[in-house]
Nanobody, 123 residues
Framework: QVQVVESGGGSVQTGGSLTLSCTASGFTISRACMGWFRQAPGKEREGVARVSEAGVYLADSVKARFTISRDNAKNTFDLRMPVLKPEDSGFYYC??????????????????WGQGTQVIVSS
């Protein structure tokens, strides 16, 4: 069964840190496009970061602050957020396109989605 599940969300103050993890099953993330997206209240879902064999890409809004990594042995995909701001608040989703390289943040190109994990950053 193909599935991605997020974990690691929580509530922190401005400047705090969180690391989100995406655990994949039913496929190998090293040969997939893995993406992190987020959605704040009243806003559209936006791409945060993605990685595949084609390389790593982070959105301009987070590239100076966030990093992503893959642990192929554990089949996990992490989003490290060491310095959070209130505007980072929202639900974060892991998404995947199996057996593919990433090609942008178009929602329709990601075929599997996790349930989301909430990040709250208080000022």
């Amino acid at each position: 069964q193909v599935q991605v599940v997020e974990s690691g969300g929580g509530s922190v103050q401005t400047g705090g840190s969180l690391t989100l993890s995406c655990t994949a099953s039913g496929f190998t993330i090293s040969r997939a496009c893995m993406g992190w997206f987020r959605q704040a209240p009243g806003k559209e879902r936006e791409g945060v970061a993605r990685v595949s064999e084609a390389g790593v890409y982070l959105a301009d809004s987070v590239k100076a602050r966030f990093t992503i990594s893959r642990d192929n042995a554990k089949n996990t995909f992490d989003l490290r957020m060491p310095v959070l701001k209130p505007e980072d608040s929202g639900f974060y989703y892991c998404a995947a396109r199996v057996g593919a390289v990433c090609d942008g943040f178009r929602i329709s190109t990601y075929e599997y989605w996790g349930q989301g994990t909430q990040v709250i950053v208080s000022s």
